[in-house]
């Protein structure tokens, strides 16, 4: 009986932790990951193209760009608007109680007040049509106005454009030099390390100095600490890349692509007057002038025309009967014409102030385009300089390398010691660095003058 007994808790013991399994597996099923950044795909391999393709479509200042050309086109239908008849319904319903005896039997006015002498409720429904036939021209530089403000919107995105290439092409830049820097770093550190135990044995040796076998613990901290500060500025240029491209890089194992090849002649002139900083001050420009011409055709007469048909209803002792009362009253046609004689010289200054703001711009814009060919200018020298700094490179790297393996076999020959040949090495390494610094440099600043140049209709 007490086995039986044994037996039927172990089997319930056992049924309610499989219940409880399930159960567990069952919410573990249902609840849903939260999204962390190690959870995100790594990107490890990039490319220049792809990363500039990939900045355009997550870039936050193009998308807001968008949105300003979206709501600048609003004006040019707030703007459409008065070249249509307005359409107006109105109703007003009140009570009036006239205090005097004496009343009149007919509507008193006194300057700009009606005095009802009726004490009555009364109501009226009105429909207004008006229409500005004719105002010199007012509407149509409004409307010109509301056009060149949708055309700057665009060229101030493809403004932006310009500086997202230019700060990311900036940062893949530095990206692909602190690369390099360090897979030289390294090949530096293993050197030095082999320099660190010859040092060593010849310092055990009574060939060397503790001064000679100091320095090569120093100079091997110094790699390391040169080591560790290029992957921290790698790291800093990689999440200004997330930054710009919305990707996920794999810090550790990330390869980077050097830039592609370019038919693109970054000395070639281009047409100033196609470029983004020549259309965007053009467009302000244009704006400004109809901004000018909409203000002097704001003392000239405006004509329109207008039409309304009322429906009157009043009582002098019930609201609901007054009500009840409303029929058609009256229906009026008629035109007017309206002219400011004078407003207390306030056009007349705004005219000037439109003035002076237009000539204001004409000299913004001589800077904005002088400051865009000198800055041409300076990187166009900047890429002559480097290329001669390339060909010095090359030179200097093709004598360096007949060093290094002239030591190298030296060494093996027990003519020259170990520690030359790697110095040897260790030099040819800092070369290599000055190299693809130039090399990307100038690569880089072509992007940059290509996308300055680029022209639009």
């Known amino acids: 009986m007490k086995q039986l007994i044994y037996i039927l808790i172990i089997t319930v013991f056992f049924i309610s932790q499989i219940s409880n399994t399930v159960h567990a597996i069952k919410e573990t099923k249902n609840k849903t990951p939260e999204k962390t950044e190690q959870s995100l795909p790594l990107t490890a391999k990039i490319n220049y193209n792809d990363v500039i393709k990939k900045a355009e479509a997550h870039s936050y200042d193009l998308k807001a760009a968008d949105f300003s050309i979206l709501i600048s086109k609003q004006g040019i239908t707030d703007a459409r608007s008065e070249y249509y008849p307005k359409l107006n319904l109105g109703a007003t319903t009140e009570y009036n109680k006239n205090y005097r ?3 009149s039997s007919t509507v008193m006015s006194v300057g700009d007040s009606f005095i009802n002498p009726y004490t009555r409720y009364q109501t009226v429904l009105g429909v207004n049509l008006s229409y500005n036939i004719f105002d010199f021209g007012l509407r149509r530089n409004v409307l010109k106005m509301a056009k060149e403000d949708v055309e700057i919107k665009k060229m101030e995105e493809k403004q932006q454009l310009q500086e997202l290439v230019l700060n990311v092409t900036d940062t893949y830049a530095k990206i692909l030099m602190l690369f390099a820097q360090e897979n030289a770093y390294e090949q530096m550190e293993v050197l030095q390390e082999k320099n660190l135990e010859y040092y060593k ?10 001064t000679e076998l100091n320095l090569a613990k120093v100079n091997l901290e110094q790699t390391k600490k040169q080591i560790s500060e290029i992957k921290s500025l790698k790291e800093e240029a ?5 930054f710009y491209t919305g990707e996920n890089y794999d810090k550790e194992n990330l390869e980077a692509a050097d830039f592609e090849e370019t038919e693109f002649n970054p000395y070639e002139d281009k047409d100033i007057e196609k470029s983004v900083v020549w259309k965007l001050h053009e467009k302000i420009i244009n704006k400004k002038g109809y901004e000018l011409k909409a203000a002097k055709r704001v003392n000239y007469p405006k004509i329109s025309a207008y039409s309304r048909y009322n429906l009157y209803g009043s009582d002098y002792s019930s609201y609901n009967d007054n009500l009840g009362n409303i029929k058609p009253s009256n229906l009026s046609i008629g035109g007017a014409i309206n002219m400011p004689l004078f407003d207390g010289f306030k056009n007349s200054a705004n005219i000037k102030t ?7 711009l004409l000299v913004e814009r001589d800077k904005a385009v002088a400051e865009y060919v000198t800055k041409l200018a300076v990187m166009r020298s900047n890429l002559t300089y480097l290329n001669k700094q390339i060909d010095n ?26 520690i030359e040949s790697n110095n040897a090495k260790i030099e040819l390494l800092k070369q290599n660095i000055e190299a693809v610094k130039n090399e990307t440099a100038k690569e880089a600043i072509i992007r940059v003058i290509e996308a300055l140049s680029r022209e639009y209709k």
């Open 101 to 103: 005896d004496n009343a």
């Open 201 to 210: 044995r010849l310092y055990d040796a009574k060939v060397v100095s503790s």
């Open 238 to 242: 990689l999440n200004w890349l997330s």
């Open 354 to 360: 439109k003035k002076f703001e237009l000539e204001q």
């Open 393 to 418: 490179n090359f030179l200097i790297e093709q004598e360096l390398i007949k060093k290094a393996d002239s030591l190298e076999k030296l060494a093996k020959n027990r003519v020259a010691s170990p």
